[in-house]
């Protein structure tokens, strides 16, 4: 047989590529979907596209007669092709829908928010916002809860139905739904909400921790913590104490969770710090995505610095920015990561809120033994992380590098996380933070781009980079201003979110569609970059839009109708009525 030059250049790796080892820690126990030869041999070869598509199959037969298959595929063929792969997968794989269209009958299109809505157009957007949810709500096909056919997927077989993200994200993810529960909220979807925490903690009952997302192959790494953020919002509108106090020990074992296994106790200027990194043990390529580790890693000669490299990818993966400049080091390189020495602003200022929150749980409860026990880890824990992360000169918080002792100056979102969680509900605080981040915000020209906030300065090509606006970024400056309590921080924090939902509602006219990001620089334009094209749907960044309406455009309730407030001055978004701000408070 004949073989093109690319067949030839793909048959070529495989051959030279040495075998996964058995020394690697793999993504999880399956022999299909997250190690092995097979898995090694059909991903490199890249049958689709993507390759989140193929461990996202139906295996039609049993895991021990496909691997015959597979061996008998090897034994027989000297050099395998692309084309001997898709007829592999073609006879053992079939991609079958694990997921149902689904919704609760808490669904409503004419929610009570929207006659709140003091905006005409935004009342419109919101309005045109609700139908999506329909669109993005699945449930667990109900043969697949049985054991003996759900062996056959990577899907996790989560009890109740979710919202998804959209697009390739088929399955929940963890800190999406953080978004999207906020969304729901405002729709009235209370019993959806309720069942997706439900999963979660599902999840932590049976993994001890909330994964990357539902798929199997997610099981090595978790995501940024927000399931105790997610029970605070849904127990502000519920008063559930009874459904509290039965859950509010798995709550308790997700946070062990993150201090065990994710907190690291380290020294700077003689003065001890414990907080939280994100840090994968899993040294194998992410499945989902095991060609492009491979090859980000291949150039590494040593095993052990490739084994590195993959579990940096990984820990990359578990922050939510999967990549970012945030993570590497001079060359800004992926296979230059370093993820696991760096202390996130965001991850611990989650976490601390989170301690907040269950110990004002388990208050609620009565148990003041463990309310106390948790206030004291909130306490220690905020206090490290303002002093070790927090810059007086700068004002505002900065990741910091545990291999170098130094933080990483550069601008992102994320260092706005502590105003947006209110660590320090003390307004003679949190004002002049807030007014601190303002000047932080002008000095770096963050104003100036008309599609939103950027996630960094730097243009890498990755998506957590410029010229990316992603929308819980948007949420976490603009919320954190808001909720500093300034004066001057909240006027910008209501221009900023006007801004945010202009260009997704003219995007969104135009297009029908919400995308997962956007293009800072060109409003009106979707994100790009990364390892996969733009993805249409969108959870969050609906939720993300109902959050800043429902924050800054809503009246309160019994609050009466007024077309005054419905004037052209709510409606203006240009870059001069900024730089006339600027001018008047002289910032």
Same mark, same amino acid.
């Given at each position: 047989?004949?073989?093109?030059?690319?067949?030839?250049?793909?048959?070529?790796?495989?051959?030279?590529?040495?075998?996964?080892?058995?020394?690697?820690?793999?993504?999880?126990?399956?022999?299909?979907?997250?190690?092995?030869?097979?898995?090694?041999?059909?991903?490199?070869?890249?049958?689709?596209?993507?390759?989140?598509?193929?461990?996202?199959?139906?295996?039609?037969?049993?895991?021990?007669?496909?691997?015959?298959?597979?061996?008998?595929?090897?034994?027989?063929?000297?050099?395998?092709?692309?084309?001997?792969?898709?007829?592999?997968?073609?006879?053992?794989?079939?991609?079958?829908?694990?997921?149902?269209?689904?919704?609760?009958?808490?669904?409503?299109?004419?929610?009570?928010?929207?006659?709140?809505?003091?905006?005409?157009?935004?009342?419109?957007?919101?309005?045109?916002?609700?139908?999506?949810?329909?669109?993005?709500?699945?449930?667990?096909?109900?043969?697949?809860?049985?054991?003996?056919?759900?062996?056959?997927?990577?899907?996790?077989?989560?009890?109740?139905?979710?919202?998804?993200?959209?697009?390739?994200?088929?399955?929940?993810?963890?800190?999406?739904?953080?978004?999207?529960?906020?969304?729901?909220?405002?729709?009235?979807?209370?019993?959806?909400?309720?069942?997706?925490?439900?999963?979660?903690?599902?999840?932590?009952?049976n993994y001890g921790f909330v994964p990357n997302g539902g798929r199997i192959y997610y099981l090595n790494r978790s995501?940024?913590?927000?399931?105790?953020?997610?029970?605070?919002?849904?127990?502000?509108?519920?008063?559930?104490?009874?459904?509290?106090?039965?859950?509010?020990?798995?709550?308790?074992?997700?946070?062990?969770?993150?201090?065990?296994?994710?907190?690291?106790?380290?020294?700077?200027?003689?003065?001890?710090?414990?907080?939280?990194?994100?840090?994968?043990?899993?040294?194998?390529?992410?499945?989902?995505?095991?060609?492009?580790?491979?090859?980000?890693?291949?150039?590494?000669?040593?095993?052990?610095?490739?084994?590195?490299?993959?579990?940096?990818?990984?820990?990359?993966?578990?922050?939510?920015?999967?990549?970012?400049?945030?993570?590497?080091?001079?060359?800004?390189?992926?296979?230059?990561?370093?993820?696991?020495?760096?202390?996130?602003?965001?991850?611990?200022?989650?976490?601390?809120?989170?301690?907040?929150?269950?110990? /004002?749980?388990? %208050? +609620?409860?009565? #148990?003041? &033994? $463990?309310?106390?026990?948790?206030?004291?880890?909130?306490?220690?824990?905020?206090?490290?992380?303002?002093?070790?992360?927090?810059? /007086?000169?700068? %004002? +505002?918080?900065? #990741?910091? &590098? $545990?291999?170098?002792?130094?933080?990483?100056?550069?601008?992102?979102?994320?260092?706005?996380?502590?105003?947006?969680?209110?660590?320090?509900?003390?307004?003679?605080?949190?004002?002049?933070?807030?007014?601190?981040?303002?000047?932080?915000?002008?000095?770096?020209?963050?104003?100036?781009?008309?599609?939103?906030?950027?996630?960094?300065?730097?243009?890498?090509?990755?998506?957590?980079?410029?010229?990316?606006?992603?929308?819980?970024?948007?949420?976490?400056?603009?919320?954190?201003?808001?909720?500093?309590?300034?004066?001057?921080?909240?006027?910008?924090?209501?221009?900023?979110?006007?801004?945010?939902?202009?260009?997704?509602?003219?995007?969104?006219?135009?297009?029908?569609?919400?995308?997962?990001?956007?293009?800072?620089?060109?409003?009106?334009?979707?994100?790009?970059?990364?390892?996969?094209?733009?993805?249409?749907?969108?959870?969050?960044?609906?939720?993300?839009?109902?959050?800043?309406?429902?924050?800054?455009?809503?009246?309160?309730?019994?609050?009466?109708?007024?077309?005054?407030?419905?004037?052209?001055?709510?409606?203006?978004?240009?870059?001069?009525?900024?730089?006339?701000?600027?001018?008047?408070?002289?910032?």
């Amino acid at each position: 047989m004949k073989l093109g030059i690319t067949s030839l250049f793909q048959v070529f790796i495989v051959c030279s590529l040495p075998k996964p080892t058995i020394f690697s820690t793999p993504s999880c126990s399956s022999r299909i979907y997250c190690q092995g030869k097979l898995l090694h041999v059909v991903q490199l070869l890249k049958p689709f596209k993507d390759s989140k598509h193929f461990v996202d199959m139906m295996m039609k037969h049993d895991e021990k007669v496909i691997h015959t298959n597979f061996n008998n595929l090897v034994k027989n063929t000297k050099n395998i092709t692309k084309n001997d792969v898709k007829e592999f997968i073609k006879n053992n794989f079939v991609m079958e829908d694990e997921l149902e269209i689904w919704h609760e009958d808490d669904f409503n299109e004419n929610p009570e928010i929207l006659d709140r809505i003091t905006v005409p157009k935004y009342r419109r957007f919101a309005k045109d916002l609700m139908p999506i949810w329909i669109f993005l709500g699945r449930r667990i096909r109900r043969h697949i809860l049985h054991k003996e056919f759900n062996s056959r997927y990577s899907i996790i077989p989560v009890p109740y139905g979710f919202v998804v993200p959209g697009g390739r994200f088929r399955e929940f993810y963890y800190w999406d739904s953080y978004w999207i529960v906020v969304g729901l909220l405002n729709s009235d979807m209370v019993r959806t909400v309720k069942g997706m925490l439900e999963n979660f903690l599902w999840l932590v009952d049976n993994y001890g921790f909330v994964p990357n997302g539902g798929r199997i192959y997610y099981l090595n790494r978790s995501q940024p913590p927000l399931l105790l953020m997610m029970v605070n919002e849904y127990f502000k509108v519920t008063k559930d104490t009874t459904w509290l106090k039965k859950n509010l020990p798995l709550m308790e074992k997700e946070l062990k969770f993150w201090l065990e296994k994710k907190s690291v106790t380290f020294h700077v200027n003689n003065t001890r710090y414990t907080l939280a990194r994100y840090n994968v043990g899993s040294s194998t390529p992410r499945p989902e995505s095991y060609s492009e580790d491979y090859h980000t890693c291949s150039g590494l000669k040593q095993l052990s610095l490739r084994e590195k490299c993959y579990r940096e990818l990984k820990s990359g993966a578990e922050s939510g920015w999967d990549f970012s400049s945030r993570w590497m080091t001079g060359r800004r390189t992926l296979s230059d990561m370093m993820v696991s020495s760096i202390i996130p602003v965001d991850l611990n200022a989650f976490l601390v809120e989170s301690f907040h929150i269950i110990s /004002e749980f388990f %208050g +609620i409860v009565g #148990d003041d &033994n $463990k309310k106390k026990r948790w206030a004291s880890v909130h306490e220690a824990w905020r206090k490290d992380l303002h002093q070790l992360l927090y810059n /007086e000169e700068d %004002g +505002i918080w900065y #990741d910091f &590098n $545990k291999a170098t002792l130094k933080q990483n100056k550069n601008f992102y979102p994320s260092n706005f996380a502590p105003l947006w969680v209110n660590m320090f509900p003390d307004r003679n605080i949190s004002q002049p933070l807030g007014k601190k981040a303002i000047k932080y915000l002008i000095k770096h020209n963050v104003f100036m781009y008309d599609g939103g906030i950027p996630t960094s300065l730097y243009e890498t090509g990755e998506q957590w980079d410029l010229p990316n606006a992603w929308p819980p970024l948007q949420s976490l400056i603009i919320l954190g201003l808001h909720r500093s309590g300034d004066a001057t921080a909240k006027h910008y924090a209501r221009r900023l979110a006007e801004r945010w939902i202009d260009v997704n509602q003219a995007l969104f006219d135009n297009s029908m569609v919400m995308y997962e990001k956007y293009n800072s620089e060109f409003p009106g334009e979707a994100g790009s970059g990364g390892e996969y094209e733009v993805q249409s749907g969108f959870g969050w960044t609906n939720g993300v839009i109902l959050e800043l309406i429902g924050e800054f455009f809503v009246r309160k309730k019994g609050e009466l109708r007024s077309s005054s407030r419905c004037n052209s001055a709510i409606q203006v978004n240009s870059i001069i009525s900024i730089l006339v701000f600027i001018s008047r408070y002289k910032l």
